[in-house]
């Protein structure tokens, strides 16, 4: 067993405490001068022996009290010592202060018995009034120091408390800002790729077609497009550069597409898909006069988008269907299909995160989406690819994540 090293602090006060024992000794200064049963120099075993205890005080702080008490008895038997006592008031201030929670509780309830049995016991003895005193001596140098200790103890665990309080706000604040900033960069990340990646994917295809094809008027007609595509793509940028931009700066509002502007989406959609074979139809079949959440028309929007944008590389030429309704529960739904086939690659390249954002629109929404392949209707393809999302639509009280 290792034995713990005293602190340096606690090797001063001993020292100094020690040595004014010693002095006060051999100036003569006694608690009791008139005994007689053991020698003078006897005193200082018991400030010695309770010197080289009290040097473990923190670490042993029972122990300690425990020697403390049995040399304060022995201490008894001699002329006696001041220091001896003061270095006895503090191994009981340290069992309080440094000992286990069970001990810490009970040192102070058995000072108390003692300094009040001690009380009567020399009331009753000496049969004078004035033992009292006596009792009150006992009781300063018992309970007073296991009074002040449970004190003190009580501070440092309340401050303890309040620091791990802190710490914890700390790191539950530090939590919810990286959620937030994690959150946000999600979001950011969606709308990029949403408002983006149609205007881009129209281009690639365009401009794959005016490269592979020697017409000059459908090299005129590719570079109209992508010109139209770059423009819209200049404006959404600085649409989502808006609202990026520090409001100090600019206050201004920045509006977000809504179902509204489906049937302008799906016209640019048309413009596009001609090369391809892909014709487009809207069943726009939501209730009239019904407001939608802005965060609903928002996802309904990116959904319908994207799915466009990923029927414009993938499909087959054919129709795209898109419908738009509601359920039995007052959900949105929003369905696009598109021919399926097997394509040997995309029209254009792409970044994969289409499906995952859409998820993620939906999660937030606590909706539902299914994207895949299923069974065409009868008379057409055998084959089509079905995005199907359900919007729960809530009161004007509730409060949606995103």
């Not at 994690?182 to 205007?199: F, I, K, S």
């Not at 020697?214 to 010109?227: E, H």
């Amino acid at each position: 067993m290792t034995v713990p090293r005293p602190h340096r602090d606690d090797v001063l006060m001993i020292a100094a405490a020690f040595l004014g024992g010693v002095l006060l000794w051999s100036l003569g200064v006694y608690n009791e001068p008139g005994s007689d049963l053991l020698p003078a120099w006897a005193a200082l075993v018991p400030l010695a022996v309770i010197s080289v205890q009290e040097l473990f005080r923190r670490s042993m702080p029972l122990t300690t009290l425990l020697v403390g008490t049995a040399v304060l008895i022995a201490d008894q038997f001699t002329v006696g010592n001041l220091f001896t006592v003061l270095l006895f008031t503090d191994t009981v201030y340290v069992a309080v202060v440094y000992g286990s929670p069970a001990v810490a509780r009970r040192v102070p309830v058995i000072a108390g018995l003692l300094s009040v049995a001690a009380a009567i016991s020399l009331l009753v003895f000496f049969r004078n009034p004035t033992a009292l005193f006596l009792g009150v001596i006992v009781g300063m140098v018992v309970l007073s120091p296991a009074v002040t200790g449970a004190i003190i103890r009580n501070h440092r665990e309340a401050a303890d408390a309040a620091r791990l309080r802190a710490e914890q706000t700390a790191l539950l604040a530090e939590m919810d800002r990286v959620q937030a900033v994690t959150a946000e960069r999600g979001r950011m990340a969606r709308e990029l790729h949403d408002v983006v990646a149609n205007h881009l994917s129209a281009i690639a295809i365009h401009s794959t077609a005016a490269l592979s094809l020697n017409d000059p008027g459908t090299s005129r007609d590719a570079l109209g497009v992508i010109r139209e595509n770059s423009v819209a793509g200049l404006s959404e940028m600085r649409r989502l550069i808006g609202l990026l931009r520090d409001r100090a700066q600019d206050d201004r509002p920045t509006a977000a597409p809504t179902l509204a502007g489906v049937e302008s989406l799906i016209d640019q959609f048309r413009a596009h898909g001609t090369a391809s074979g892909l014709a487009f139809a809207l069943d726009d079949r939501r209730e009239k006069g019904v407001t939608l959440p802005a965060p609903v028309e928002l996802a309904a929007y990116r959904i319908v988008q994207e799915s466009l944008t990923n029927a414009l590389k993938h499909a087959e030429p054919g129709e795209v269907r898109i419908a738009i309704g509601h359920d039995e529960d007052r959900a949105l739904t929003v369905t696009v299909t598109s021919p399926f086939g097997r394509r040997p690659g995309p029209r254009a390249p792409g970044s994969g995160a289409g499906l995952v954002g859409m998820r993620e629109r939906v999660d937030l929404l606590s909706g539902s989406i299914e994207a895949g392949p299923v069974a065409g209707p009868a008379g057409g393809p055998e084959k089509i690819w079905c995005v199907r999302a359900v919007l729960p639509v809530r009161d004007e009280s509730e409060e949606y994540s995103a």
